[in-house]
């Protein structure tokens, strides 16, 4: 019953932003929504859900976290997920994709699943959530604020410590164990840690 009425409703959004002329909700699906107590059940909110759990393969931190899921449609019975990729190249992006495959075509609702690389807009550290964050740098890995995007990796940067908060840190090599990460050091507290290049 439920899925009948999610299909149905995303059917009518579609029709009638078509019909209003490229509204993005018109007011008869926003009562529609409103009005119908299992609307946060939707298949599209479910996908969300099983996305969130998939952590990316060299990382700590889920791909949703990590901001690479630009966003997720349903056409029937087709479930059409766009990646953002941290790296162009990067070779955990097939493992990813595989993941995704696997996880969402699980779902009773989903026949089919299809993952289209998007690279506009371009992923950029400053989209890892602040729940990704606090998690990578319980890990040992920093992220750049996004306030600092910088594109020369061989300057030093003042990136804080994870361990002990020290910005007396230098860069120990520019190829981390992938090419998205960078190895410093902390003279502070002579430990070793990963930071995730800003792009
Ligand atoms: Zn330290």
């Known amino acids: 019953m439920v899925r009948d009425a999610t299909l149905r409703l995303l059917n009518g959004q579609a029709t009638a932003r078509d019909a ?3 509204l993005p909700f ?3 699906c926003y009562n529609w929504v ?3 107590p299992t609307h946060n059940s939707t298949v599209e909110q479910r996908i969300w859900t099983i996305l969130a759990e998939i952590d990316d393969p060299e990382m700590p931190i889920s791909i949703v976290d990590l901001g690479i899921i630009e966003r997720v449609e349903i056409d029937g019975g087709t479930a059409r997920i766009f990646v953002t990729p941290t790296f162009t190249g990067c070779p955990a992006l097939q493992m ?3 993941q995704i495959v696997r996880s969402v075509g699980a779902m009773p609702e989903v026949q089919e699943v299809e993952i289209e690389h998007i690279f506009d807009p371009p992923w950029r550290a ?3 959530t602040p729940a990704g964050r606090e998690r990578l740098r319980a890990h040992g890995v920093t992220v750049p604020d996004g306030k600092f995007v910088r594109l020369n990796l061989a300057r030093d940067e003042a ?3 994870p361990f002990c908060d020290s910005r007396d840190t230098r860069l120990d ?3 981390g164990p992938t090419r998205c990460r960078m190895i410093y050091y902390c003279t502070a507290c002579r430990n070793s840690f990963e930071h995730i290049k800003a792009l």
Do not use: L, W
């Open 159 to 161: 990136v804080a410590c």
């Open 96 to 98: 990813i994709d595989e």
């Open 20 to 22: 209003s002329g490229g």
């Open 173 to 175: 090599s520019p190829f």
């Open 34 to 36: 409103m009005s119908d």
């Open 26 to 28: 018109s007011s008869f």
């Open 126 to 128: 400053d989209r890892i």
